[in-house]
């Protein structure tokens, strides 16, 4: 029986953690995740998804806020290995350095691209036309380390970055089971990256939600779509937010200038982009819930048409 110290945060690390529970030769010692965060809009403090999955299997879960300055605690859990998924924080090399089975990590990307904090967003963004899951060898420099193992996974023209999410989280927990067995008895190859072919893939940040209509047509509708359903887009039209939460390219040709409302078709809103015509079937308007572009037309929508999103 390995012990395995797992590390990760959000849903997508909460499923590796569940395949670790899975495997009948790990016994997952310890758990350590970011600390709770307030959550919408009454802030209340929430548990990482990793976190409540830990506690329902009994597992001791750490949260320290900087790993860095507190991580003495983990240098004594009797750890034979550590798999990290989708952390958040640098592992000192001190804690890398306890185990004597390595330790190791599960990227959502083909390394050596896309290194950073949201590959998944940034290959629909950038366009590409796939992506996949990297198992690697763990070193100080984030994400790396020797590469393992590969899985490849195909991006659809109408993939979000939900979508494709599920997508690689399917592939990650596979690539995790096929290659613990190497990873335990040490058969493994270990490839170097090639340093002169990485790219990175930054954290989305807060501007980046607002949406730009100007552009060509495939770079906006990939924008959006990368963000979809989290953290989502936007864009401003009367002094007011219109939040989209779906988006489709019509074969219809336009004028119009960019970020024109056009008028609804099949209840749908269409907005003019480059020439060609982006379809958005649901919509939050600032201050109302999230509903259908239907029920949207049927009340402020329809007086909106005519106008330029900015």
Same mark, same amino acid.
């Given at each position: 029986?390995?012990?395995?110290?797992?590390?990760?945060?959000?849903?997508?690390?909460?499923? =590796?953690?569940?395949?670790?529970?899975?495997?009948?030769?790990?016994?997952?010692?310890?758990?350590?995740?970011?600390? $709770?965060?307030?959550?919408?809009?009454?802030?209340?403090?929430?548990?990482?998804?990793?976190?409540?999955?830990?506690?329902?299997?009994?597992?001791?879960?750490?949260?320290?806020?900087?790993?860095?300055?507190?991580?003495?605690?983990?240098?004594?859990?009797?750890? $034979?290995?550590?798999?990290?998924?989708? +952390?958040?924080?640098?592992?000192? #090399?001190?804690?890398?350095?306890?185990?004597?089975?390595?330790?190791?990590?599960?990227?959502?990307?083909?390394?050596?691209?896309?290194?950073?904090?949201?590959?998944?967003?940034?290959?629909?963004?950038?366009?590409?036309?796939?992506?996949? =899951?990297?198992?690697?060898? =763990?070193?100080?420099?984030? #994400?790396?380390?020797?590469?393992?193992?590969?899985?490849?996974?195909?991006?659809?023209?109408?993939?979000?970055?939900?979508?494709?999410?599920?997508?690689?989280? $399917?592939?990650?927990?596979?690539?995790?089971? #096929?290659?613990?067995?190497?990873?335990?008895?040490?058969?493994?190859?270990?490839?170097?990256?090639?340093?002169?072919?990485?790219?990175?893939?930054?954290?989305?940040?807060?501007?980046?939600?607002?949406?730009?209509?100007?552009?060509? +047509?495939?770079?906006?509708?990939?924008?959006?779509?990368?963000?979809?359903?989290?953290?989502?887009? +936007?864009?401003?039209?009367?002094?007011?937010?219109?939040?989209?939460?779906?988006?489709?390219?019509?074969?219809?040709?336009?004028?119009?200038? %960019?970020?024109?409302?056009?008028?609804?078709?099949?209840? %749908?809103?269409?907005?003019?982009?480059? !020439?060609?015509?982006?379809?958005?079937?649901?919509?939050?308007?600032?201050?109302?819930?999230?509903?259908?572009?239907?029920?949207?037309? %049927?009340?402020? !929508?329809?007086?909106?048409?005519?106008?330029?999103?900015?």
């Amino acid at each position: 029986m390995v012990n395995v110290l797992f590390m990760g945060t959000p849903e997508f690390a909460r499923r =590796m953690l569940e395949q670790l529970y899975k495997e009948e030769n790990v016994n997952v010692t310890g758990v350590v995740c970011q600390p $709770d965060q307030k959550v919408g809009r009454k802030q209340i403090l929430t548990a990482p998804p990793v976190k409540v999955l830990a506690l329902s299997h009994g597992t001791p879960v750490y949260q320290p806020v900087k790993m860095r300055n507190d991580y003495e605690e983990l240098l004594h859990l009797g750890a $034979d290995m550590i798999i990290t998924c989708a +952390y958040g924080q640098i592992v000192p #090399d001190e804690v890398l350095n306890c185990v004597p089975m390595g330790a190791y990590n599960l990227h959502a990307s083909l390394l050596p691209k896309l290194r950073g904090g949201a590959p998944i967003q940034r290959a629909i963004m950038n366009g590409m036309m796939k992506t996949g =899951m990297t198992l690697m060898k =763990m070193s100080s420099r984030m #994400d790396a380390g020797d590469m393992i193992a590969k899985s490849e996974v195909e991006i659809e023209e109408a993939d979000t970055y939900g979508s494709l999410e599920e997508k690689l989280m $399917d592939a990650s927990a596979k690539l995790l089971h #096929d290659s613990l067995p190497s990873l335990i008895d040490g058969t493994y190859t270990a490839v170097p990256q090639d340093e002169s072919s990485a790219t990175f893939a930054p954290t989305i940040k807060p501007e980046e939600e607002k949406i730009s209509f100007n552009g060509s +047509y495939r770079d906006v509708y990939n924008h959006i779509r990368g963000l979809l359903p989290r953290p989502g887009v +936007y864009a401003n039209v009367e002094d007011k937010k219109l939040k989209f939460w779906s988006v489709s390219v019509s074969e219809m040709t336009t004028d119009c200038p %960019n970020g024109q409302i056009l008028p609804f078709i099949g209840g %749908n809103l269409c907005v003019a982009c480059a !020439g060609r015509v982006l379809v958005f079937e649901e919509v939050q308007y600032e201050g109302k819930k999230r509903c259908s572009a239907k029920d949207f037309k %049927n009340g402020i !929508g329809r007086t909106l048409v005519g106008k330029r999103f900015y």
